[in-house]
C-alpha cells in the first residue's frame, strides 16, 4: 500500500525568499512521485516527476524536489518565491505493482501563502 | 483545446436525484481515471479504465456509484440517489500509457453540490 505525508497544511513565506514544501511517502514497491499544483478555479497541473533516474528534479517555474529514499521523502524546493507561486500544493505517489498502476494517491495539500 | 474536458462544470441537484458527468479524455490516451475532492482535501482516487474496460472499481464510495467507458473514449460517472456528503469536485484524469510515471493530464472538475 503507499500513502503520502505532506508535513504541513499551510506555509507562508514572503516574496523573493526560498520555498520549501515537505513531503514524506510511504511505498511497496518502486514508486514514482509528482508534485502538483492547483491554482484557484483551475485544474491540476503537473510541476514535476521523479520516475528512477536522476534524484534530483527539475521541474517548472523554477521549482526542484530531491529524492531521498533512505529517507522516505521528496521535499519541493524553490530558491526564490513569486506572488504567482501561491497555490495549493500536492504531493502525489504511484506504484507500478506489476499489473499496471493504479490510481495516484495524493497527500492533504500544502497551501503556499506568498507575502508581499 | 486538446486537454481533458468535463461536463458539466457545475451541477446543483436535490437529494434522492441521479446525477451523471461525462469526461472527454485527451485522444488517444489509453487511460482514463475518475477522482473526488472535498474541501482541504486532495484528490481521491475512484475508478480508472484501460481503453474501455474498467480495471479497479474497489475504490468506488459506494455501489450509488458507477463508471462506464463504453466505446473507450468519453466517459461517464454516475451517482445514484445523491446524498449531502456527495457534494464535491469529480476529477478526472488520463494518461497515454499503463505506466506509472506518466503523467495524469486533469481536467477542470465537475462541482457537484447536493442540496
Known amino acids: 500500500a503507499q500513502s503520502v505525508t505532506q508535513l504541513d497544511s499551510h506555509v507562508s513565506v514572503s516574496e523573493g525568499t526560498p520555498v520549501l514544501l515537505r513531503c514524506n511517502y510511504s511505498?511497496?514497491?518502486?514508486?514514482?512521485l509528482f508534485w502538483y499544483v492547483q491554482h484557484p478555479n483551475k485544474g491540476l497541473q503537473l510541476l514535476l516527476k521523479?520516475?528512477?533516474?536522476?534524484?534530483l528534479v527539475k521541474g517548472i517555474n523554477g521549482f526542484e524536489a530531491e529524492f531521498k529514499k533512505s529517507e522516505t521523502s521528496f521535499h519541493l524546493t524553490k530558491p526564490s518565491a513569486h506572488m504567482s507561486d501561491a497555490a495549493e500544493y500536492f504531493c502525489?505517489?504511484?506504484?507500478?505493482?506489476?499489473?499496471?498502476?493504479?490510481?495516484?494517491?495524493f497527500g492533504k495539500g500544502t497551501h503556499l501563502i506568498i507575502q508581499p | 483545446d486538446t486537454g481533458v474536458s468535463q461536463d458539466p462544470r457545475h451541477k446543483i441537484t436535490k437529494r434522492g436525484q441521479n446525477v451523471t458527468f461525462r469526461c472527454d479524455p485527451i485522444?488517444?490516451?489509453?487511460?482514463l481515471y475518475w477522482y473526488r475532492q472535498t474541501l482541504g482535501q486532495g484528490p481521491e482516487f475512484l475508478t480508472y479504465?484501460?481503453?474501455?474496460?474498467?480495471?479497479?472499481k474497489s475504490r468506488l464510495l459506494s455501489d450509488r456509484f458507477s463508471a462506464e467507458r463504453p466505446k473507450g473514449s468519453f466517459s461517464t460517472l454516475e451517482i445514484q440517489r445523491t446524498e449531502q456528503g456527495d457534494s464535491a469536485m469529480y476529477l478526472c484524469?488520463?494518461?497515454?500509457?499503463?505506466?506509472?510515471?506518466?503523467?495524469?493530464?486533469f481536467g477542470p472538475g465537475t462541482r457537484l453540490t447536493v442540496l
Open positions: 485522444s488517444e490516451h489509453n487511460r
Open positions: 511505498s511497496s514497491y518502486s514508486p514514482s
Open positions: 502525489v505517489v504511484s506504484e507500478f505493482t506489476g499489473g499496471g498502476a493504479d490510481g495516484l494517491t
Open positions: 479504465f484501460q481503453n474501455e474496460a474498467q480495471l479497479e
Open positions: 484524469a488520463s494518461s497515454p500509457t499503463w505506466e506509472s510515471y506518466n503523467e495524469q493530464f
Open positions: 521523479y520516475t528512477s533516474a536522476a534524484t
